[in-house]
């Protein structure tokens, strides 16, 4: 229960920072990690973004992936 807590925070505040200051203020792993966890309710994307990021190289090259490489 806590471990949920402390995500629900940290997506709460990277909300507040996406709507405040948008997307181009995170580093390319948290934008990665906002946007999985849009998409990945109630699970820690950090770890996540980290590993897309290192096997395509960069956030870019992530999003250009065909899904069955994502896979």
Avoid: W
């Avoid at 997506?11 to 990690?33: C, K, Y």
């Avoid at 290192?54 to 490489?69: M, R, S, T, Y």
């Amino acid at each position: 229960m806590a471990d949920e807590n402390l995500h629900a925070k940290h997506r709460a505040r990277m909300q507040e920072r996406v709507e405040r200051d948008g997307l181009d203020s995170l580093a390319e792993h948290e934008a990665l990690e906002y946007l999985l966890f849009l998409s990945i309710p109630r699970a820690d994307t950090n770890a996540l973004a980290h590993r897309l990021i290192q096997h395509f190289g960069d956030f870019c090259k992530v999003l250009e992936a065909e899904p069955e490489e994502l896979m």
